[in-house]
């Protein structure tokens, strides 16, 4: 899926997240030093204020998907272009900045714990029975990133069962897409200018709304 110009890393086979919540950040919380606890305290508060100061600083981008395993086995990676498909088939995203001096683009599955957080950003290596998080080496730098849901994300099926659309129906619908292993990419393209703020939820004040793309 990727262009000459990018790299590709699969989601760890063992990534699993129990939760409706995932962060990313960078190890070095954005070049900030914030303590991870601190960090792992706002987002287990979710308080507007201080979630809209994080997301304007680039430290972190939290993201509530409202169900489980949102990202688990079918999320990959990107860093450049996203090759033809990729870039035709998906459907909504969610989009911030991300500041990463330090090389290292951290997923974190929930963002609450304190430890979990500091373990994460900690250069550890996750537990092998226990992998709730994942480092990722990028170039180091200011980041645009854009989480793209496919058609069979959680997204999608959540939003196409508000509309009353079974499985079948749903295919049906996205049939003139093209067909993509993934149901979610995390692309990281260099930051140019100013991004909006993402959209917060009203049930927790994280990211989660995705936009839609327009046929």
Not at 7 to 28: M, R
Not at 131 to 145: E, K
Request: hydrophobic share 35%; aromatic share 8%; proline share 8%.
């Amino acid at each position: 899926m990727m262009t000459s110009q990018s790299k590709t890393t699969p989601i760890d086979p063992d990534f699993f997240n129990d939760g409706h919540f995932v962060v990313l950040l960078s190890q070095s919380r954005g070049g900030s030093g914030m303590d991870p606890h601190k960090l792992a305290d706002i987002l287990g508060d979710g308080n507007v204020d201080p979630m809209k100061d994080l997301l304007r600083r680039g430290i972190c981008l939290p993201i509530y998907f409202g169900t489980d395993c949102a990202m688990d086995s079918a999320t990959s990676f990107v860093v450049g272009e996203l090759d033809e498909a990729h870039e035709k088939a998906w459907i909504a995203q969610l989009s911030s900045k991300l500041a990463i001096p330090c090389g290292k683009l951290v997923l974190l599955s929930g963002g609450g714990v304190g430890e979990d957080m500091a373990r994460a950003v900690s250069g550890k290596p996750p537990e092998k029975d226990f992998c709730i998080y994942q480092t990722i080496d990028v170039p180091p730098g200011d980041y645009r990133v854009d989480v793209l849901a496919y058609v069979n994300s959680v997204t999608i099926g959540l939003h196409e069962d508000n509309e009353d659309l079974e499985p079948e129906a749903i295919a049906e619908k996205y049939k003139h897409l093209p067909t993509v292993r993934e149901s979610y990419v995390v692309q990281l393209t260099p930051l140019k200018g100013d991004l909006p703020l993402p959209e917060l939820t009203e049930e927790t004040n994280w990211p989660g709304a995705f936009e839609f793309r327009r046929p």
